[in-house]
């Protein structure tokens, strides 16, 4: 029986790609939403993607939606180039289809609800609820990376994150808690744990429906399989600026441990 359970920890562990040399370095993806030229949200995400031909670019569940990621860098310098140069590319294509992207971090109620043709994701979309659904599909953020070399230390910088959630969601609130609100009505396991060790972390995945896919993990700070600690809790915003404050004070935090 243990020998069973140490097996089964040891495949779970083996979807996470932590990399020491990937140590403190930063990502970040950026959520924001594709516009017509009457304003209106367009679930144009697919026709986006074929255009501008870039792995730095991808889709969310909502077809209204696209996301911009960066190379994950230890350098502000280069994280607020390649931001800019993924908004002048982004904006170059859109307008090229007749679009527009914008951030903003909670859209309309009446927005069109059409799904990104991803299985996964065609799947969620069959199995929530439409309250849910309309919920994922209104909101947009964005999300910081940072590397760890190992589950013991993402363990130890998730747990102490955890002690400044509160502080981090008003850091990053532009929807006076509105968006946030919603994403807890799509993300009912939104609230993240303490771990105690290695073991817990796997028993609270089971618990949670995460085990087969760390992505299916919906906390705000979570452990990602990308082999960092992923911080959520940040609002769509057009400023780069504002993005490099984040990242400036989720390092201090950490350097407190």
């Given at each position: 029986?243990?020998?069973?359970?140490?097996?089964e920890l040891?495949?779970?562990?083996s979807?996470?790609?932590?990399?020491?040399?990937?140590?403190?370095l930063i990502?970040?993806?950026?959520?924001?939403?594709?516009?017509?030229?009457?304003?209106?949200?367009?679930?144009?995400?697919?026709?986006?993607?074929?255009?501008?031909?870039?792995n730095?670019?991808?889709y969310?569940?909502?077809?209204?939606?696209?996301?911009?990621?960066?190379?994950?860098?230890?350098?502000?310098?280069?994280?607020?180039?390649?931001?800019?140069?993924?908004?002048?590319?982004?904006?170059?294509?859109?307008?090229q289809?007749?679009?527009?992207?914008?951030?903003?971090e909670?859209?309309?109620?009446?927005?069109?609800?059409?799904?990104?043709?991803?299985?996964?994701y065609?799947?969620?979309?069959?199995?929530?609820a439409?309250?849910?659904?309309?919920?994922?599909?209104r909101?947009?953020?964005?999300h910081?990376?940072?590397?760890?070399?190992?589950?013991?230390?993402?363990?130890?910088?998730?747990?102490?994150l955890?002690?400044y959630?509160?502080?981090?969601?008003?850091?990053?609130?532009?929807?006076r808690?509105?968006?946030?609100h919603?994403?807890?009505?799509m993300?009912?396991?939104?609230n993240?744990?303490?771990?105690?060790n290695?073991?817990?972390?796997?028993?609270?995945?089971?618990?949670t429906?995460?085990?087969?896919?760390?992505?299916?993990?919906?906390?705000?700070?979570?452990?990602?399989?990308?082999?960092?600690?992923?911080?959520?809790?940040?609002?769509?915003?057009?400023?780069?600026?504002?993005?490099?404050?984040?990242?400036m004070?989720?390092?201090?935090?950490i350097?407190?441990?």
């Open positions: 029986m243990a020998i069973t359970i140490q097996n040891e495949t779970f562990l979807q996470f790609n932590f990399n020491s040399n990937f140590e403190g990502g970040i993806e950026r959520e924001r939403f594709i516009i017509d030229k009457k304003g209106k949200f367009a679930p144009q995400s697919k026709n986006f993607l074929e255009k501008i031909q870039n730095l670019w991808t969310e569940l909502s077809a209204c939606q696209i996301e911009d990621r960066i190379t994950p860098s230890p350098n502000i310098g280069k994280i607020k180039t390649t931001l800019a140069e993924n908004d002048k590319q982004g904006q170059s294509v859109a307008q289809l007749g679009l527009q992207l914008i951030f903003l909670l859209a309309e109620k009446d927005m069109p609800l059409d799904i990104y043709p991803d299985p996964r065609m799947q969620i979309a069959k199995t929530i439409p309250k849910r659904l309309e919920a994922a599909c909101v947009a953020a964005t910081i990376h940072i590397g760890m070399p190992n589950i013991e230390r993402a363990i130890l910088v998730a747990n102490h955890k002690n959630i509160d502080y981090l969601c008003q850091l990053g609130d532009h929807s808690g509105e968006r946030l919603l994403y807890k009505v993300a009912q396991t939104w993240p744990p303490y771990y105690e290695v073991e817990h972390f796997y028993k609270i995945a089971k618990e429906g995460f085990t087969d896919n760390p992505r299916d993990c919906w906390h705000l700070i979570r452990i990602s399989r990308h082999g960092t600690v992923e911080l959520r809790m940040f609002g769509a915003t057009a400023s780069i600026e504002e993005i490099c404050n984040w990242i004070i989720v390092k201090r935090l350097a407190e441990i």
